[in-house]
């Protein structure tokens, strides 16, 4: 007979609820992304939770628009935004109980 000893069986529970609640939270840090525009709106950036370019965007014109340094310092401008914003999305998420990610809340203190 294999039966499984209730404390067992209860680990092995609760290890198979953490492995689903890692899952769904890093796919809610997978889901970050931060867009922020540059000074003159002409650039936007967008980083993900790990501080990553993961796309850019010039609107028409933009690179005939500015000169060289003056194109750098906006899509610098843009990312250091994006990026700040993505830590900001970032740290929400893990200060706001990340381990509470698809549980309700349950009853009340009496």
Known sequence: MSDIH????AALDAARDL???????RERINDIRA??????????PEIDAMGRL?????APGT????????????IMAAIRDSTADAGR??????DSDPWQVAEPATGGQG
């Open 6 to 9: 209730p404390d067992v069986q």
């Open 63 to 74: 690179v005939d628009r500015f000169g060289n340094e003056e194109l750098a310092a906006e």
């Open 54 to 58: 993961t796309d850019l965007y010039l």
């Open 89 to 94: 999305q970032y740290q929400q998420l893990m």
């Open 19 to 25: 492995r689903h609640r890692i899952a769904e939270l």
């Open 35 to 44: 867009r922020r525009p540059s000074p003159s709106g002409a650039v936007v």
